[in-house]
């Protein structure tokens, strides 16, 4: 029964496709109905010979091209049914990322106007952050008499001993291991 809807359905699109002119589309229309709802056509000749299948108000479509239709797909209605089938899996998936989406936009809206929740520390590591710069800047600065080489660029033995143990007591007073 399958297969003789199908070749009947491949008959009927491959109608619409030959009264389309070249260079346009055709109107689209029902062709039937699936499942309680109804099946929409509609040739387009503009670029490829090829009839876009839809069912109405599911957003389930297909598009079955010209060599398709001279070969008389009898899976075509198959194929639209697995596609309406479908549907119910189609339906929970979105209402669950509906549903996750909405929590996140309630615990954002819960947020705003509130402190950041790290603003503390990020305000004693960028203070941090400063003291360090400090401290390298006068290590290097010619008008101290230091000639200024990038500590970056100097091996661990290379480098002042002062510097090192500066160095080492400020990252050690800060929990940081230093890997010079």
Do not use: M, W
């Not at 010209?66 to 549907?87: A, K, M």
């Not at 003291?131 to 002042?160: F, M, W």
């Amino acid at each position: 029964k399958r297969a003789d809807a199908g070749k009947r359905l491949g008959s009927v699109l491959a109608g619409l496709l030959a009264e389309t002119p070249d260079q346009s589309r055709g109107e689209a229309r029902s062709v039937g109905e699936l499942a309680g709802f109804r099946v929409i056509a509609r040739a387009d000749r503009s670029i490829t010979s090829e009839v876009h299948l839809s069912v109405e108000g599911t957003g389930v479509g297909l598009y079955v091209t010209g060599e398709d239709l001279r070969h008389t797909d009898p899976t075509l209605v198959q194929r639209l049914e697995r596609r309406i089938h479908n549907l119910d899996s189609a339906l929970v998936a979105s209402q669950q990322e509906a549903a996750t989406a909405k929590g996140e936009a309630e615990r954002a809206r819960a947020r705003l106007g509130r402190p950041f929740e790290h603003d503390v520390r990020f305000h004693r590591l960028r203070h941090r952050q400063h003291e360090i710069g400090e401290a390298l800047t006068s290590q290097a600065d010619p008008a101290n008499g230091a000639a200024v080489i990038p500590a970056s660029s100097l091996s661990r033995s290379d480098r002042p001993p002062e510097f090192l143990n500066r160095l080492d007591n400020r990252c050690r007073s800060s929990g940081v291991v230093p890997s010079l």
